[in-house]
């Protein structure tokens, strides 16, 4: 099964990295409005997206959307898990040691994922049932394992480009369950609001 998913993450990749580049500057505006559009959308409190990379669809235009109330985060490594720094453009961001850009601050300082309202994850596949594909290090279900066992925030919405959808993804135990999937063309609510 590893052989089959890590051939598929590559597949994948290639399908997402092979999109013109107006083709993601449009997606990344079709997505910004699904994303704010989202039954669950908050005015006022704190996001997280992600910083761009290796052909992933941009949330820059939904972070230039979002209510002014509403305070955006990237993700921040802290040991095994992910914590959250506010962002703005033109901060400073250092490397990670993935080479991914994070927020230039001590993690420690960082918010926790339960202090975050929704987070918004790259997807490297999906299916219209909530399964879905990362990359494979096990970031996000470490960072909101949480979630397994109760019903709170923050919401979790993986995005991707539509052309990243397929069939069927097995779900495994580990899996933390997304409430919605986003791509530049359809939403994927696949949780029920909690009341």
């Not at 850009?101 to 994850?121: G, Q």
């Not at 409430?179 to 609510?189: F, G, Q, S, V, Y």
């Amino acid at each position: 099964m590893t052989d089959d998913r890590d051939a598929l993450r590559r597949t994948l990749r290639e399908r997402r990295r092979a999109l013109p580049a107006a083709t993601r500057i449009a997606a990344a505006d079709a997505l910004a409005a699904r994303l704010l559009a989202l039954p669950f959308a908050p005015s006022a409190g704190t996001v997280a997206g992600y910083w761009a990379m290796d052909g992933e669809i941009g949330l820059h235009r939904w972070q230039l959307s979002l209510p002014s109330a509403v305070r955006y985060c990237l993700p921040v490594l802290h040991g095994q898990v992910l914590r959250f720094a506010p962002w703005r453009p033109g901060e400073p961001l250092k490397p990670n040691r993935y080479g991914i850009p994070e927020p230039d601050i001590d993690p420690d300082h960082a918010l926790p994922a339960e202090d975050i309202d929704l987070v918004v994850a790259p997807l490297v596949g999906f299916d219209a049932r909530g399964g879905r594909l990362g990359m494979g290090g096990g970031w996000y279900d470490r960072s909101f394992a949480f979630r397994q066992r109760q019903a709170a925030p923050p919401w979790l919405v993986g995005v991707g480009f539509g052309v990243q959808e397929v069939p069927a993804l097995a779900v495994e135990s580990w899996d933390v369950p997304l409430d919605a999937i986003c791509t530049e063309h359809a939403t994927h609510l696949i949780q029920t609001v909690p009341a």
